[in-house]
């Protein structure tokens, strides 16, 4: 008999602002616990160096975890010309040393809107990816190095922000997958110095952004009645999508995987709604069908 998980059933998303120095599956624990939850998940995982936003997604809201994956990021990153790590940021050993010459402003922004656009990027060894089974990570603390397929990736913005002593920050939007430290090491070897990030702040996650996060110490200080007002609804990632409305009769249906025939000329992924209570998504195909899809099981 599988073993029963203690706590509570919630519902929803809360924005972490997670702190500099922890991972995030131990700010995730943090949260739930906080939460007394049975069930949580984060949408995108933040190194121990970056702070910033991180969703956690509590009971049901861990369906809609693979949506916010696939979310534009934006951050704001520091990187230090002329230092080369074998991480890729300031936790790893410094392997290359270089002087930086004299960057004019014209000579930034042109190395910036060089990475402007979608190209290859191949993912660094320190990285949670698998090979053969074994995360990268593991090997390159092995003082292994394994070839890396490239994974396509777009930069949507690069902003400059500051350039003061060797660093430089800049605003990066770019999509899922994009690894910030090849970004950086990447920008680094445009200039012909070298680069490493010195810092990583998570800004936004699709429509999520760090004006609605929360800190951990933020967090512990709420009531009961507090914990219930920061959560943000499962559905609220899947705005975009057509919704549509059923009835009782046909939410019983839905409930039971059966395909219904609605009044509705909508295509693709919905949501479905039965007195404003969120059944899940479903997808409508041709003739005015509804076939379910995922589910959520949600106290009304």
Do not use: W
């Amino acid at each position: 008999m599988a073993k029963k998980k203690s706590g509570s059933d919630v519902h929803g998303i809360f924005l972490l602002d997670k702190r500099l120095g922890i991972s995030s599956n131990r700010a995730l624990q943090e949260v739930k616990r906080l939460f007394n939850a049975k069930k949580a998940g984060h949408t995108g995982s933040l190194d121990p160096l970056a702070s910033g936003l991180l969703p956690v997604c509590l009971g049901e809201a861990t369906k809609t975890s693979a949506y916010l994956l696939n979310e534009r990021k934006r951050y704001q990153v520091e990187i230090q010309l002329g230092i080369v790590t074998n991480t890729g940021d300031a936790e790893g050993t410094v392997i290359q040393e270089s002087p930086v010459p004299e960057l004019s402003q014209k000579q930034l922004d042109d190395c910036l809107n060089n990475f402007v656009g979608s190209y290859d990027q191949v993912p660094p060894m320190f990285s949670a990816l698998k090979y053969n089974g074994k995360k990268l990570y593991e090997l390159a603390r092995e003082g292994k190095t394994v070839e890396r397929k490239p994974r396509r990736i777009t930069i949507y913005k690069l902003q400059f922000i500051d350039y003061q002593q060797q660093q430089l920050t800049i605003n990066v939007h770019c999509s899922k997958g994009t690894y910030i430290r090849s970004l950086a090491e990447d920008i680094g070897k445009f200039l012909g110095c070298g680069g490493t990030v010195t810092k990583l702040r998570r800004l936004a996650v699709g429509g999520f952004t760090i004006d609605r996060c929360y800190t951990i110490e933020q967090l512990q200080a709420m009531s009961s009645e507090q914990l219930k007002d920061v959560l943000i609804a499962v559905d609220e990632p899947l705005i975009s999508m057509p919704a549509v409305n059923v009835t009782d009769e046909q939410a019983q249906a839905i409930r039971h995987g059966q395909v219904l025939q609605i009044d509705e000329t909508t295509e693709g992924l919905v949501r479905i709604y039965s007195r404003q209570i969120f059944l899940g998504l479903g997808e409508m195909i041709m003739g005015g069908k509804l076939a379910p899809k995922k589910l959520y099981h949600l106290q009304s």
